[in-house]
């Protein structure tokens, strides 16, 4: 028997999957229990039975009504007549009954409004909300204006417990909708967490078994692509290459999204070169851009710091994921890969540096709809206009979740059909750069180390020799191949920088060519390329031929130091504490930055070309209004006769030129006119060629005004130039060279140790002074040139 009620009670109540459905029925239930409850009180606390039987009644309709919606499976029927007969005018028969407002049921009142709120769905909800609402207001109204239809208490006795009673029972019922809600809303949550981890587990199992034989199948794919000579069995085979590495992607992806959900991926923090991971991703980027026809633009704000601390692989994957949707989805136009540092907001717990990333395309735009959706895992937007692109849907869920790992979310502003823009902000803490040899710029000199820079452009051979002024390197250039070889022949160099592309022999024949000269000698000479070309391919391509490295162009000096220290003899380089440059004054920064940007020059990032040094860039800046005028007329010359072949190289020199006075704009259009002129496109040569000399120009006369600018504070900026350039004789050489080592300052007692085996020849005494000073043995030094002087 007592089986039997449990198990009764058990289909009823709580094997009911319908939440509202389940409320309804306890409702009902516990609506029972309060009006058998109201009908005993009634009975003890007034002398009129009309209350019990009132309650009584109710009591025995809720009955009815509960066998009648569970029979029928009609619970909208059921919340309506409820709401009608009970909510409405059985609380204002009541209300009436029992002391109108002195009384407990316009607590009740409230009941009966959660239960409409919690009931009904829809526009329903808000219609019955709205009339239950007014009725109330009514009846309320009705008691104030004719006090004569209320039935007020016998005594205050009776109306306290009333009240009491309508606070506990409308407080507890209240509270009971609200626990019943909260345990619902808990075993939804479980329930779809034990679903997520399911599919989560079950994703990561399939994925690693499907790991296995598709590493096996190109693993052997591999073998026949080595062994086989059929040209035709090699194409089949490079197929399956790219088939077998997009399924693995796909597949790395399911356990990347697995590996979140589970709650398994961590951050992995380090201190990284957060400029040189944009620029890998955008040397990439660019290469997968072209075989579109698209335009790729990299942006980075000078102010961007260069080594922060994060999740560096975390941040190259989400760029990826953007990149690639940007590539993928974008049919011509540009895409620009953004980065730039954000003021924190006052009063927040701040790390060092905020860094907004942002990827723009003019690609197929996404509808407001789809943009509410593209977060989440397997949702593609447009998925009939995009049938055509292939993909899972994963990548911006991904993302986003590995941006929410790092703090932050991903935004997106989008318009159909016009393009779309992402970005996220960053909050990354200051980075340290590495203390190993080869990784460190701009911190040594090496004053016996020769040099040789090889390049068809005169400015850049300048820039290259500003650019290592401060290392106290000797510096030799050269402006052709065959100079190269005669100056190679006659001096034993350190290391050689080779531009690759020159006239007549490019710089891959020259780097042979002196390979073979080494070889007669029985040596071996660091060959590094000069290139603006940063693809994968072309890298591998350099070393493959013999280079020993690849400096890409416009050059970084912090890049340049760090390749010299990586190949340059040990014992030639000396480690030194810090920057040799002057600070430039932070108004003239200012002053200069705001001149020149209204002429599309940026004056940080000529800067960062020339390791912060102005007078470089003055210098620099006068050499490129010396030979622009002839570069733009040569080229007009050469497309008018149809030789594109020379107006690319032409051009080609005009965008390291732009790019070393930082002439952004001017730089972007000589490489397209670079890449046209290469297809012989004469159409567009031709057509761009006036805006590209109107840009040109435009730069020229920037720089024209940043000189005048120049000359006008250099006193400022170089105070003790004239004393310095004043030459020093002998007694005054040594007395300048014991004040520095007393000082204990290393490297401008090297510099005079320098001028003063100038000037009484290299002898093995001075030889011995350089060496005590970089081992910072300054008592020992100072005696020698006590030595010297005495001598």
Known sequence: MFEKLKQAIDDFYIKESAPDIRLFKLLGTGGIIVSIIGAIQDIFTSSDLTGSLINLLAALASICLMWYVHSTGKYLVGYLLTTVSVFMFLFAWLFL??????????????????????????????????????????????????????????????????????ILFSAIGIGLI???????????????????????????????????????LLGMNEMIMRESENTQINEY???????????????????????????????FEEDFNVLKTVESLGAFF?????????????????????????????????????????????????IVLSVLPVENKAGENQKDHTIRFEVSDTGAGISGEDQQKIFESFERAD??????????????????????????????????????????????????????????????????????????????????????????ISVDTAGSAQESYEKYAKTDYDLVFMDYMMPEVDGIEA??????????????????????????????????????????????????????????????????GGDIQNELPQEL??????????????????????????????????????????????????????DYENAAILFHAIKGNAGNVGAEDLYYSARRLERRAKDRDAEYVKAALPLFDMKAKRVEEGLRKFREKFESVKHIIIPEEEEENRPLDEQELFKKLLEEVRLGNKTPALRVVDKLA??????????????????????????????????
């Open 97 to 166: 009954e029992t002391g109108g407002m002195n009384g407990s049921i316009p607590y009740f009142f409230a009941f009966g409004m959660v239960f409409t709120l919690l009931m009904y769905k829809g526009a329903l909800r808000y219609i019955m909300t709205a009339v239950q609402t007014l009725f109330y207001v009514a009846v309320c109204w009705f008691s104030y204006k004719y006090p004569q239809f209320v039935v007020p208490f016998e005594n205050e006795k009776k109306q306290f417990f009333d009240q009491m009673a309508g």
């Open 178 to 216: 609200f626990l019943m809600y909260l345990w619902e809303y808990g075993k939804q949550q479980k329930l779809a967490e034990e679903s997520s981890k399911a599919k989560s587990v079950l994703l990561a199992n399939i994925s690693h078994e499907i790991r296995t034989p598709i590493n096996m």
């Open 237 to 267: 085979a490079q197929n399956v290459v790219n088939a077998g590495q997009q399924l693995m992607f796909m597949v790395n992806q399911f356990l990347d999204l697995s590996r979140i959900d589970m709650g398994k991926e961590t951050l």
């Open 286 to 334: 660019a290469k997968e851009a072209e075989k579109k026809g698209l335009e790729f633009v990299l942006d980075i704000d000078g102010k961007v710091p260069e080594y922060v601390y994060g999740d560096n692989r975390k941040l190259s994957q989400i760029l990826s994921n953007l990149l690639s949707n940007a590539v993928k989805y974008t049919q011509n136009g540009t």
């Open 383 to 472: 998925i009939i206009r995009n049938r055509s692109i292939e993909g899972t849907g994963l990548g911006l869920a991904i993302s986003n979740k590995l941006a929410n790992l790092m703090g932050s979310d991903i935004k997106v502003k989008s318009q159909y059909g016009v393009g779309s823009v992402f970005w996220f902000d960053l909050q990354l803490n200051a980075g340290e750069e590495s203390t190993d040899r080869g990784s460190v710029g701009g911190a040594f000199i090496a004053p016996e180390a020769k040099i040789l820079i090889v390049d068809d452009n005169n400015m850049n051979l300048l820039v290259g020799k500003s650019l290592l002024k401060r290392t106290m």
């Open 511 to 576: 780097m042979h060519h002196l390979k073979e000269s080494d070889k007669a000698k029985n040596r071996h000479v660091p060959i590094i390329v000069l290139t603006a070309d940063a693809s994968s391919d072309k890298k591998e391509m350099f070393l493959s031929e013999g280079f020993d490295d690849y400096l890409l162009k416009p050059v970084d000096s912090r890049v340049m130091e760090s390749i010299l220290m990586k190949h340059l003899p040990a014992r030639l380089i000396t480690p030194v």
């Open 589 to 642: 920064k200012k002053e200069f930055s705001a001149l020149l940007k209204e002429y599309d020059i940026s004056f940080e990032l000529a800067l960062k070309h020339l390791s912060g040094d102005v007078v470089q860039l003055a210098r620099v800046s006068e050499f490129f209004m010396q030979n622009i005028g002839g570069s733009l007329s040569s080229a007009k010359k050469y497309v008018e006769a149809g």
């Open 758 to 791: 100038e000037l009484k020849g290299n002898s093995k005494d001075f030889d011995a002074i350089r060496e005590c000073i970089r081992s910072i043995e300054f008592d020992r030094a100072e005696e020698l040139i006590g030595g010297l002087l005495n001598g």
